[in-house]
């Protein structure tokens, strides 16, 4: 099975911070990966596809990267509604999700 | 617009049994792969169980190998997860989800239904 981490598991942060998550796969899993932000009570929203291929909608700050293990998710300009948990999943081999970074208002 | 609409969830013994279901609308239902995902009480997000849009090719975590069945009724537009001998730890919000497929992602999900298991 593909193990998915994620980090940092918390993140704090500012309106108008840029902040950076990573998520690191066990094995090589090309860009098969996606990012989703999940709010408190509500489903997940897939933000970015295929590592780097932002969804319709979803604003220009987010932003992500990388390939084979090692991959980020960049938010440029925090928002207010940026304060979020955020997951990313891989989609290689079967669908494994990281372990969340919770991402909260300094 | 595309909506997935689970029902199903509730509290129920160790042992016991559920099914949920996971009525969709706004797409065309029999052409997509679907799958459940749930979410313990302040945990995060579990990859439970796939099936093919024609409901072949299931797959399924270990922890629910022999428990869980996923099924769908393509007819009627509705997935289902029929869960048997719960334990405490099967506890979670259940989410149906849609696989979209080429380029990857669940992109359309369910609101959650609450799974309690306890005595």
């Known amino acids: 099975d593909i193990q998915m981490t994620q980090s940092p598991s918390t993140l704090s942060a500012s309106v108008g911070d840029t902040v950076t998550i990573t998520c690191r796969a066990s094995?090589?899993?090309?860009?098969?990966l996606a990012w989703y932000q999940q709010k408190p009570g509500r489903a997940p929203k897939v933000l970015i596809s295929?590592?780097?291929t932002l969804e319709v909608g979803v604003p220009s700050r987010f932003s992500g990267s990388g390939s084979g293990t090692d991959f980020t998710l960049t938010i440029y300009s925090l928002q207010p509604d940026d304060f979020a948990t955020y997951y990313c999943?891989?989609?290689?081999?079967?669908?494994?999700f990281g372990q969340g970074t919770k991402l909260e208002i300094k | 617009q595309e909506q997935l609409v689970e029902s199903g969830g509730g509290v129920v013994q160790p042992g016991g049994s559920l099914r949920l279901s996971c009525a969709a609308s706004?797409?065309?239902?029999?052409?997509?792969?679907m799958q459940w995902v749930r979410q313990a009480p302040g945990k995060g997000l579990e990859w439970v169980t796939f099936?093919?849009?024609?409901?072949?090719?299931?797959h399924h975590i270990e922890s629910v190998r022999g428990r869980f069945t996923i099924s769908r009724d393509n007819s009627k537009n509705i997935l289902y997860l029929q869960m048997n001998s719960l334990r405490v730890d099967d506890t979670a919000v259940y989410y149906c989800?849609?696989?979209?497929?080429?380029?990857?992602?669940?992109?359309?999900w369910g609101q959650g239904t609450l799974v309690a298991v306890s005595s």
């Open positions: 989800a849609k696989w979209r497929g080429y380029p990857g992602a669940f992109d359309v």
């Open positions: 706004g797409f065309t239902f029999s052409t997509y792969d």
């Open positions: 099936i093919r849009n024609d409901g072949g090719n299931l």
């Open positions: 094995q090589s899993i090309g860009r098969w």
């Open positions: 295929q590592a780097s």
């Open positions: 999943q891989q989609y290689s081999s079967y669908w494994t």
